[in-house]
């Protein structure tokens, strides 16, 4: 025993400092916004109207998947694989990263709508090769006003944990609204829950980015860009968030603004029926879903039940064998009408998830 002891000590104490050494970097570098905070322009183009005059408004909510998730690729995490991976995994491939960033620059240039509702994209990260997708976006559409809203911002995300030289690494990402128009008001809205130390170093940082739009019969619209919380087993992160957005959507409603929320919401929309997407799956754990009675009559629920917005990312996408689901959907107050909605179908060449498309009514 004293002799295996003498061998392994050495070993133990290394990989204690080693793991340590992340923990205490992680808590020392542990990026903690609070609150609310006012966000200034990051493209404001000069012209770009001040007033909603059409009562017609068309939106596009679509998290891109940080332009590493497309269809021939997958996130090791979602395989268990922690510790370690296959090597050359922990991030996709460069002439992949390159073709979906690609793709999302054709989508925004393909897609006619008002406004972009985005989420996971990078503006500094390992994962997609420092590759600024923020700036390609702003680009792509420079008579789009545009507003950014960190919410994962860590120094060094420390997986696989044992393979050092091929970590993910840094990581600068957030949500973006592109808008032809210019808003009133826009700001950053820190979500409240978090996962427990030492886990929440390395999570996300979630947050909503609202904005308000005067129109020219004289009524505001408070629009919601949101990613909720996923990794969220007992769902108590993801339901204090609902529970603040509940709050916050139904103060401006009796403010008398039009509400849009729109996104990634990790869950699935109130009574959507998941086996409908996967008829051939016979035994599962489903995923969350959103309660009938979580707001009040008249709100809506928006989405398109024929077709999937989200796909396993724990393996390259199989259209025959890959299990969907449906989370990447609108919330609409009462006062709005939903004119037109679709999944833009795109095979998840681009991304994990697929843009959703909608063309809403602001009653007068």
Same mark, same amino acid.
């Given at each position: ?77 979602? $395989? ?5 991976? /296959? +090597?050359?995994? @922990? =991030? ?7 073709? %979906?960033? &690609? ?22 990260? $390992? ?5 600024? /997708? +923020?700036?390609? @976006? =702003? ?7 545009? %507003?950014? &809203? ?33 808003? @009133? ?180």
């Amino acid at each position: 025993m004293r002799r295996m002891w003498k061998f392994l000590r050495w070993p133990l104490l290394l990989l204690l400092l080693y793991v340590g050494g992340l923990l205490v970097y992680g808590t020392v570098t542990d990026w903690q916004p609070r609150g609310a905070t006012v966000l200034p322009p990051s493209h404001a183009p000069a012209g770009a109207p001040e007033v909603i005059q059409d009562s017609l408004l068309t939106l596009t909510t679509w998290n891109v998947g940080y332009g590493g998730l497309g269809a021939e690729e997958y996130w090791y995490y979602n $395989r268990g694989d922690f510790f370690w991976t /296959e +090597l050359g995994k @922990a =991030r996709a491939r460069r002439e992949h990263v390159d073709s %979906y960033v &690609a793709g999302q620059q054709l989508t925004l240039q393909n897609t006619q709508t008002d406004i972009w509702l985005l989420q996971e994209i990078d503006s500094a990260s $390992r994962r997609s090769y420092y590759i600024n /997708e +923020l700036a390609q @976006a =702003r680009e792509t559409l420079p008579n789009y006003v545009a %507003y950014y &809203a960190t919410n994962f911002q860590v120094r060094r995300v420390p997986l696989p944990i044992f393979q050092p030289w091929d970590h993910y690494g840094a990581v600068q990402s957030g949500l973006v609204t592109l808008s032809r128009y210019q808003p @009133a008001a826009a700001e950053r809205l820190q979500l409240p829950g978090e996962f427990p130390w030492p886990t929440r170093l390395f999570q996300l940082d979630r947050c909503a980015l609202r904005q308000v739009f005067p129109t020219s019969w004289g009524k505001e619209l408070a629009l919601y860009n949101v990613h909720l919380s996923a990794y969220d087993e007992d769902g108590a992160v993801r339901r204090q968030q609902m529970a603040y957005l509940r709050e916050r959507v139904l103060t401006d409603y009796a403010a008398g603004r039009y509400v849009i929320v729109g996104g990634d919401w990790n869950q699935l929309p109130p009574g959507f029926n998941w086996f409908s997407l996967n008829p051939t799956v016979e035994e599962t754990q489903l995923p969350p879903g959103i309660a009938f009675d979580f707001l009040p009559p008249g709100w809506t629920w928006a989405y398109d039940p024929g077709m999937a917005t989200v796909r396993r990312s724990d393996d390259v996408f199989d259209r025959h064998r890959s299990q969907v689901s449906l989370i990447d959907f609108y919330l609409t107050s009462p006062d709005i009408r939903l004119r037109q909605l679709k999944t833009i179908d795109q095979a998840f060449r681009f991304s994990d998830h697929q843009p959703v498309y909608l063309e809403a009514e602001l009653l007068r």
